[in-house]
């Protein structure tokens, strides 16, 4: 074997791991030049893609972390990420959950927005679809059942389904939310995060869930007990170019600085992941 066609299959196989795509898949895209070994998964093109996909991460990781099923951490079990846009696998115990975790609604009794302002559900050529109300911005969900369609909520318990009610247009707390995201501020880190499903799932394999949450919009922990230790995924997340810098051109360029153990950074965003003791009496 070539050094060539190693390094291609170390790249493959960085590429593989992270997101459970074929390996002769990744080995095409090695060939092709479109992973390299500092970028081994395809990055999202484009500052909206890369806001959009943050966002999607930041609200599955709150409003998810009671219902993982099976170690997918944020309900997926494997991606096809590619410049233009992002395909996902959804846990089938978890796809409604996931859905609905994401779609926007106003709390008409406390006031405020549930999840990512301005998205938008719909079918595509027999998938569904998240797409934005205004922009291009795109995710595609897969489901192991072909005819598989998500129980969609409606309007009640004080809450305003605005995805519904605002399906060719923004409600005004959408616009004031938006306003808040910052196009590139750090939206690079928690992209990739969310193209690298296996590795995050490395964290629920013990029990079968993660602890996740986050502080703000640049910041996301996940914690867990009995998986391997923080320090291993910490290192398979790096070398899946977690944490490589982009081009200087952009404002997600890293600052150079070193992170502290268990802490990975980059363009003013950040992940934690930590390890913790068990409670579990039956470990």
């Not at 895209?29 to 992973?35: C, H, K, V, Y």
């Not at 309900?75 to 926007?104: E, I, K, N, Q």
């Given at each position: 074997?070539?050094?060539r066609t190693d390094n291609?299959?170390?790249?493959?196989?960085?590429?593989?791991?992270?997101?459970?795509?074929?390996?002769?898949?990744?080995?095409?895209?090695?060939?092709?030049?479109?992973?390299?070994?500092?970028?081994?998964?395809?990055?999202?093109?484009?500052?909206?893609?890369?806001?959009?996909?943050?966002?999607?991460?930041?609200?599955?990781?709150?409003?998810?972390?009671?219902?993982?099923?099976?170690?997918?951490?944020?309900?997926?079990?494997?991606?096809?990420?590619?410049?233009?846009?992002?395909?996902?696998?959804?846990?089938?115990?978890?796809?409604?959950?996931?859905?609905?975790?994401?779609?926007?609604?106003?709390?008409?009794?406390?006031?405020?927005?549930?999840?990512?302002?301005?998205?938008?559900?719909?079918?595509?050529?027999?998938?569904w679809v998240l797409t934005?109300?205004?922009?291009?911005?795109?995710?595609?969900?897969?489901?192991?059942?072909?005819?598989?369609?998500?129980?969609?909520?409606?309007?009640?318990?004080?809450?305003?389904?605005?995805?519904?009610?605002?399906?060719?247009?923004?409600?005004?707390?959408?616009?004031?939310?938006?306003?808040?995201?910052?196009?590139?501020?750090?939206?690079?880190?928690?992209?990739?995060?969310?193209?690298?499903?296996?590795?995050?799932?490395?964290?629920?394999?013990?029990?079968?869930?993660?602890?996740?949450?986050?502080?703000?919009?640049?910041?996301?922990?996940?914690?867990?007990?009995?998986?391997?230790?923080?320090?291993?995924?910490?290192?398979?997340?790096?070398?899946?170019?977690?944490?490589?810098?982009?081009?200087?051109?952009?404002?997600?360029?890293?600052?150079?600085?070193?992170?502290?153990?268990?802490?990975?950074?980059?363009?003013?965003?950040?992940?934690?992941?930590?390890?913790?003791?068990?409670?579990?009496?039956?470990?």
């Amino acid at each position: 074997m070539s050094r060539r066609t190693d390094n291609r299959h170390r790249v493959a196989t960085l590429c593989r791991e992270a997101t459970g795509l074929a390996h002769h898949t990744c080995l095409k895209w090695a060939a092709a030049g479109l992973i390299t070994r500092q970028q081994p998964v395809p990055d999202a093109v484009g500052a909206e893609q890369r806001t959009f996909e943050s966002q999607l991460v930041l609200e599955l990781a709150d409003r998810l972390r009671h219902e993982q099923v099976d170690g997918a951490v944020l309900g997926f079990t494997h991606a096809r990420p590619t410049r233009s846009g992002l395909v996902l696998g959804l846990h089938p115990a978890t796809a409604d959950a996931v859905v609905a975790a994401v779609l926007p609604r106003l709390d008409e009794h406390y006031g405020g927005l549930r999840g990512v302002p301005g998205l938008r559900l719909s079918p595509q050529g027999g998938e569904w679809v998240l797409t934005r109300a205004r922009g291009e911005a795109l995710v595609r969900l897969v489901h192991p059942r072909a005819d598989w369609a998500p129980r969609l909520p409606g309007h009640g318990d004080g809450l305003t389904q605005l995805w519904r009610s605002h399906r060719h247009g923004v409600h005004p707390a959408e616009e004031a939310e938006e306003r808040r995201w910052v196009p590139d501020s750090g939206g690079a880190l928690l992209s990739r995060v969310l193209r690298r499903p296996l590795l995050v799932n490395a964290a629920g394999t013990a029990h079968g869930w993660a602890n996740t949450y986050h502080h703000g919009r640049r910041s996301l922990v996940i914690e867990w007990c009995c998986a391997m230790d923080a320090p291993e995924l910490e290192s398979r997340l790096r070398r899946s170019g977690l944490a490589e810098p982009v081009p200087r051109t952009s404002p997600e360029a890293g600052d150079g600085r070193a992170d502290p153990p268990g802490r990975i950074s980059l363009g003013g965003a950040s992940l934690t992941v930590r390890r913790g003791p068990c409670g579990d009496a039956r470990c």
